[in-house]
């Protein structure tokens, strides 16, 4: 999925991601109640999951980090990107530029093609 230019757009379309998440899960729960059985629910809980692969692959798409140490901005592998969990400003990542693991601070990446 494409990323949008500016961070504003970029927080709306995962704010508007998220929600529609919320409320497919809440529809599928309805059903659920109103038919009795669990397999709506089952049905809505996969596809809410993977809703939520795609809402974190688009978030990983558009944050890269900056190491507070050298000032260098890097985006980490994508394994790491996903277990490790938010600090107070950023996330723990060792740096590739210094080598210090560091709690580096988040930003946005954008359009790389407007990088150039």
Same mark, same amino acid.
Request: glycine residues 4%; contains cysteine; hydrophobic residues 50%.
């Given at each position: 999925?494409k990323?949008? *230019?500016t961070?504003?757009?970029?927080?709306?379309v995962?704010?508007c991601?998220?929600?529609? &998440? &919320?409320?497919?899960e809440?529809a599928?729960? #309805?059903?659920?109640?109103?038919?009795a059985s @669990? @397999?709506?629910?089952i049905a !809505?809980?996969i596809t809410?999951i993977?809703?939520? @692969?795609?809402?974190?692959?688009?978030?990983y798409?558009g944050?890269?980090y900056?190491?507070?140490?050298?000032n @260098? !901005?890097?985006v980490? *592998? =994508?394994?790491?990107?996903?277990?490790? &969990?938010?600090a107070?400003? !950023? =996330?723990k990542?060792?740096?590739?530029?210094? !080598?210090?693991? #560091?709690i580096a601070?988040?930003s946005f990446r954008g359009?790389?093609?407007? =990088?150039?």
């Open positions: 999925m990323v949008p *230019k961070r504003k757009k970029f927080v709306t995962m704010m991601m998220a929600a529609f &998440i &919320i409320f497919w809440i599928w729960i #309805v059903v659920t109640v109103l038919y @669990i @397999i709506p629910a !809505g809980t809410a993977l809703f939520a @692969i795609v809402l974190a692959e688009f978030y798409s944050s890269e900056v190491c507070p140490d050298c @260098i !901005g890097f980490p *592998k =994508r394994a790491d990107f996903m277990k490790n &969990i938010h107070k400003r !950023g =996330r990542f060792t740096c590739p530029s210094c !080598g210090k693991v #560091v601070i988040e359009d790389e093609e407007d =990088r150039a």
